[in-house]
């Protein structure tokens, strides 16, 4: 270990705490540190079916572009659904959550009851994705919520040059619910 002024430490390679497995730090070539965020995108559908939310821990690669962590086997982090809008057709408090393992889950948002096996919140990320899906909120039930997903201090990042926080996204049920029979619909482009 070399500091900022070139002095080597005499033990190279230096470990901090004990170097045993699940104390303290040992370096050496054989070690990776990276950099890394957990990260949620927009998501928008119909109000009558479930919400995949795409959120997942990423780190920075060699080219520069954050990329899923699927070696993260430890991550774990709550979140908050909030509503956006008092008077839009969607209360978030009754008429969704997350679909989780029970209430209020790993998520700390999670419905009364466990959601389907393939659409439970996974924590510790499963590939880096937590597989986050709100419920569907029904006929009618129209809106957005703002979800903050509660990151440990070292998967924080600066999203709004502002310093680092917590990630926040917009899930928004209603915006194009399709039409029965219609599995895509385009116009032409002459």
Known sequence: MIDGDDIIYAGNPVGFGDATPGNGIGFS????????????????????????????VEYLNGSGHFVANGADACTDLSLSLSDVSP???LNVASDTCV?????PG????????AGPAGRQYAEPPAAGS???????????KTGSADIVLDAPSWLKFDWYGVGEQDPVTRATFGIYSGAPGIVQMREPWN
């Open 87 to 89: 008077t839009d057709n």
């Open 99 to 103: 679909w989780d393992g029970g209430s």
């Open 29 to 56: 070539g054989g070690i990776e540190q990276r950099h890394g965020r957990v990260a949620v995108k927009n998501a928008f559908g119909s109000e009558l079916l479930d919400l995949a939310v795409p959120s997942a």
């Open 130 to 140: 937590f597989n986050l899906f709100l419920k569907a909120p029904g006929t009618g």
């Open 106 to 113: 790993a998520s700390a948002a999670g419905c009364a009851a």
